[in-house]
C-alpha cells in the first residue's frame, strides 16, 4: 500500500468565520484557492483540498479555472449544532457535489442529520476539533458521545 498525503482542513480567502460562539477570534484567511493548491503541491501533498466555512465557492472557482486538476478534491466544514443542547460543532465533508452542498446546508441544525446525509450519499466526512471545550454539561456530553458513536474520523 502506498500511503498519500494532503492536508484535509484549510481555508482560503472564501471562508468567512462567523462563529462567535465557537471562538473569541474571528479570521478571515487571505490565500486564493490557487496560492493554497500550489503551496501544497510545493510541500509534497498528493491531493489538495479546501474545507471554507458552509460554502463549496473556493473549490469551485479553483476547478472552473483548473478543470484538470484530478488531485483536487471539493471540501466544506459545515457548521452545525447538536440538536437539544444547541452546541456548535463542525463537520468536514469531502468529494461532494453543489447539489450536496444544498442538501448539507438544508440540514446544519442539526449534526446527526449531517452526518446521516453524509453516509446516505458514501461521502467522506471528519468531526472537527471535537475536544477543544472543557466542562460540557450532561446532556452536551450525552449529545457528544451520541455524535462520536456516528463519525469515523475526529480531527
Same mark, same amino acid.
Given at each position: 500500500?502506498? !500511503?498519500?498525503?494532503?492536508?484535509? =482542513?484549510?481555508?482560503?480567502?472564501?471562508?468567512?468565520?462567523?462563529?462567535? #460562539? /465557537?471562538s473569541k477570534v474571528n479570521f478571515r484567511?487571505?490565500e486564493t484557492p490557487e496560492e493554497i @493548491?500550489?503551496?501544497?503541491?510545493?510541500? %509534497?501533498?498528493? +491531493?489538495?483540498?479546501?474545507?471554507? =466555512?458552509?460554502?463549496?465557492? %473556493?473549490? $469551485?472557482? +479553483?476547478?472552473?479555472?483548473?478543470?484538470?486538476?484530478?488531485?483536487?478534491?471539493? %471540501?466544506? &466544514?459545515?457548521?452545525?449544532? $447538536?440538536? /437539544?443542547?444547541?452546541?456548535?460543532? =463542525?463537520?468536514?465533508? @469531502?468529494?461532494?457535489?453543489?447539489?450536496?452542498? #444544498?442538501?448539507?446546508?438544508? #440540514? #446544519? &441544525?442539526?449534526? +446527526? *442529520?449531517?452526518? *446521516?446525509?453524509?453516509?446516505?450519499? %458514501?461521502?467522506?466526512?471528519? !468531526?472537527?476539533h471535537p475536544f477543544y471545550r472543557e466542562?460540557?454539561?450532561?446532556?452536551?456530553?450525552? &449529545? +457528544?458521545?451520541? $455524535? /462520536?458513536?456516528?463519525?469515523?474520523? $475526529? &480531527?
Amino acid at each position: 500500500m502506498t !500511503w498519500k498525503k494532503m492536508d484535509m =482542513h484549510v481555508h482560503s480567502c472564501f471562508s468567512v468565520e462567523p462563529v462567535p #460562539r /465557537v471562538s473569541k477570534v474571528n479570521f478571515r484567511p487571505k490565500e486564493t484557492p490557487e496560492e493554497i @493548491y500550489q503551496r501544497a503541491k510545493a510541500a %509534497g501533498m498528493d +491531493f489538495v483540498t479546501i474545507t471554507d =466555512h458552509d460554502t463549496i465557492d %473556493g473549490c $469551485l472557482d +479553483f476547478l472552473s479555472r483548473h478543470p484538470e486538476a484530478k488531485d483536487f478534491v471539493v %471540501g466544506e &466544514e459545515v457548521s452545525t449544532q $447538536l440538536p /437539544v443542547s444547541k452546541l456548535t460543532v =463542525h463537520i468536514n465533508v @469531502y468529494g461532494h457535489n453543489e447539489a450536496q452542498h #444544498r442538501e448539507l446546508q438544508k #440540514r #446544519r &441544525e442539526d449534526a +446527526f *442529520a449531517v452526518a *446521516a446525509y453524509c453516509r446516505e450519499q %458514501g461521502l467522506f466526512f471528519a !468531526w472537527n476539533h471535537p475536544f477543544y471545550r472543557e466542562n460540557l454539561s450532561t446532556i452536551e456530553a450525552q &449529545e +457528544f458521545l451520541a $455524535l /462520536v458513536e456516528q463519525v469515523d474520523v $475526529l &480531527e
